[in-house]
Structure formats: structure tokens, C-alpha cells
């Protein structure tokens, strides 16, 4: 038998906790709420889970703030995350996928999208083999796919689970035209309804890792208009 993957979830109206609860369940996983960060934060010193579920309006601390604390901790700092947000600007999505969330969605949700979303993660962060070579190298960066490492030179690079897909899949098809829809498709897993924003934040955020200048990148060319290319 297979053992459930276990999602934490912090948010202060308890109907929406118990939708989101409920639903995930149904669906094979195992679920905790809590009303606040530090509840939660807290509750990580003695089990980890596989996934978070934040939301960004909190009366103590708020998703950013979570979001960053999660990050700094070495234990929690690859788990996947996605925020519930009631926010819908631009500027509140991008400043979550800046912060490294890999996902968000916006109230009012449908259940099923966000059901959606949490097992297109999962799929993306449990993939243990691939058929693919085990190590691709471009100059100086090198991927190591199957420990999930990416090295500049001697230097070993921190990167998001999307960043590391994300380079993955453009020098996997080096020298190759990705559109912002196939690169979505391919790293997210599900339809973003033309939110091809979403690539392009973590495009420059994976420069300012690989790069040895993002502002004149070696690396990562941008087809204007189209998507981008590994060089």
C-alpha cells in the first residue's frame, strides 16, 4: 500500500478549511489545518509534510511570510508550494512566484482546478527516474537529473523545483525554440489560461543563477514574442 502524501494547509475560515480538506481526502490524501503561520511553523519541529497550501490574507502572519520562512528552513525549502489568494493583480501573483512558490490560485476556486494543481505537483516532484541521460553539461553549468543537483562550475546552485525543470527542459532541447505555452504545459502540467507571465518570472530568476550576467545572458536567449531557447 502506498503511503499518502500528507499537505498542510493555513487558513483562517474554517468552511473553506473544511472544503479544501474534504476534497483532498477524497482524492487519497492525508490533510492538517491550521488557523496560523506560527501554528503550523510550529508544527513542522516534529513532522514535515509533502506539500503547503497557503493562504495570503492571515491575521497574524501572512502567506509571504510563511512562504518565506519555509524557504529558509533547509528541511522545508524544496517542498512544493501553492497560495490561496483572494488577490487577483498581477503584482500579487508574480510577488509570490518571486518569493518561490511554485503555484498559486485565486478565490473564488473551483475545487477540482486546485485538486488539479496539487497532484500536477506532486507528478512534477516525484518523478524518480526519467529516461534521460543522468547528467546533462552546457559550458559550465551540469545538471545532475537523478540526485536533482545543478552545478555552476564548483559551485553547487539552489534552485526552485520549477527553476530546476524548467533548466532541464531547455537544455534537454538545446538549440531549440520553447514556447511560453510548452514550456507551461510541460513544467506546471496544467492549463494556465494564458498565464505565460508565470515563465517569464522564473526565466529571470533562473538568469540571475546560471548567468554570469543576466542582463547580457549566455545562456538563456529570449525569442522575442515566441518563448526562449537554450544556446
Excluded at 499518502?4 to 474554517?14: A, G, L, N, P
Excluded at 522545508?76 to 503555484?103: C, N, Y
Excluded at 490560485?105 to 486546485?114: D, M
Excluded at 516525484?126 to 546533462?136: H, R, T
Aim: charged share 30%; proline share 3%.
Amino acid at each position: 500500500m502506498s503511503v499518502k502524501r500528507t499537505i498542510y494547509i493555513v487558513e483562517d475560515e474554517s468552511h473553506i478549511q473544511q472544503l479544501i480538506k474534504y476534497n483532498l481526502e477524497a482524492n487519497g490524501y492525508s490533510v492538517i489545518t491550521f488557523s496560523s503561520g506560527e501554528e503550523m511553523l510550529a508544527h513542522c519541529e516534529t513532522v514535515i509534510p509533502d506539500m503547503f497550501i497557503l493562504d495570503i490574507m492571515l491575521p497574524d502572519m501572512d502567506g509571504y511570510e510563511i512562504l518565506g520562512e519555509i524557504r529558509k528552513d533547509s528541511r522545508l525549502s524544496k517542498l512544493p508550494v501553492i497560495m490561496l489568494t483572494a488577490k487577483s493583480e498581477e503584482f500579487d501573483r508574480v510577488l509570490g512566484l518571486e518569493l518561490g512558490a511554485d503555484d498559486y490560485i485565486t478565490k473564488p476556486f473551483s475545487i477540482r482546478e486546485l485538486v488539479a494543481r496539487v497532484k500536477a505537483l506532486f507528478r512534477r516532484s516525484e518523478k524518480p527516474y526519467e529516461i534521460q541521460p543522468e547528467v546533462l553539461t552546457a559550458g559550465d553549468i551540469k545538471i545532475d537529473v537523478e540526485r536533482h543537483e545543478v552545478y555552476k562550475g564548483d559551485q553547487k546552485l539552489d534552485l526552485t523545483l520549477k527553476e530546476f525543470e524548467l533548466l532541464k527542459i531547455l537544455m534537454q532541447n538545446r538549440g531549440k525554440v520553447m514556447t511560453r505555452e510548452v514550456l507551461l504545459e510541460k513544467v506546471w502540467g496544467f492549463d494556465y489560461y494564458g498565464e505565460t507571465r508565470t515563465v517569464d518570472v522564473h526565466i529571470r530568476y533562473l538568469r540571475q543563477k546560471i548567468e554570469n550576467d543576466d542582463s547580457k545572458p549566455e545562456y538563456i536567449e529570449t525569442v522575442r514574442g515566441v518563448g526562449y531557447r537554450f544556446i
